[in-house]
């Protein structure tokens, strides 16, 4: 080595250079970035900001702050504050349809995949409280900002299929009434599911019972998951 040279990587000591740390400091930084997460955390935030505020009352600069972002990058990702909330009413319905998907009733007798769903259905309404939220929330907007999500009837339209196969194979064991409309029964499970939970303030004021206390849940579900087999029930 020439008079005056210095060696590439650590010192004599075993610390590195001053370019080697830098390049390692970048290197950490790419790691931790990670657009897909970054969007997936919004997501996350915003659901829990319009279930709480609804649209106009949220807060963009709120999210930004409880992501660690900027508005600059939320607007980079989702276009405006109503695009980013078109993007949580397709994330909370894409997460029912698919948790839906994957409980696999086809494979199940279809009395056993009917009460499976309906329970599935009591559990996810009676926990997500932020989706029951939205879901109300965009009712009283009329619908007017999931009809621009282009998947929403596409991914919505699972559901049915999933009760239409059901009721076919129902009735072809002799189990099921063949007169049941699958919209209709979706309808039946959602209403009895929803309503206990989206009018609980209304109602506990009413008759003095909440309908949502720990001490009735298992009761409600129960109730609920009869009165649906009940009425799919070919009678004898």
Not at 34 to 50: G, H, M, S, W, Y
């Amino acid at each position: 080595m020439k008079k005056g040279s210095k060696a590439a990587g650590p010192d004599t000591n075993g610390i590195p250079s001053d370019a080697t740390q830098k390049d390692a400091r970048r290197s950490d930084v790419r790691r931790k970035y990670d657009p897909e997460q970054t969007k997936r955390n919004i997501l996350d935030v915003a659901t829990q900001e319009f279930s709480a505020m609804g649209l106009t009352g949220a807060r963009v600069d709120a999210i930004a702050e409880r992501t660690n972002t900027t508005k600059r990058m939320l607007y980079y990702y989702f276009g405006s504050k109503e695009g980013l909330y078109q993007a949580v009413l397709e994330k909370v319905y894409g997460d029912i349809r698919a948790l839906e998907q994957d409980l696999h009733v086809s494979e199940l007798d279809p009395v056993e995949g009917m009460r499976a769903l309906v329970e599935f259905t009591f559990d996810y309404h009676d926990r997500q409280r932020d989706f029951v939220r939205l879901v109300t929330i965009e009712n009283i907007n009329g619908a007017k900002y999931v009809e621009q999500v282009k998947s929403f009837k596409g991914r919505n339209v699972t559901v049915i299929h999933t009760i239409e196969d059901l009721l076919a194979r129902g009735i072809a064991a002799g189990k099921f009434r063949n007169d049941v409309d699958a919209i209709d029964l979706h309808l039946l499970i959602s209403s009895l599911c929803f309503h206990r939970v989206g009018n609980r303030h209304t109602f506990g004021t009413a008759f003095g019972r909440d309908p949502s206390h720990p001490r009735l849940r298992a009761r409600h579900r129960a109730m609920i998951v009869d009165a649906v087999l009940r009425f799919v029930r070919k009678e004898d």
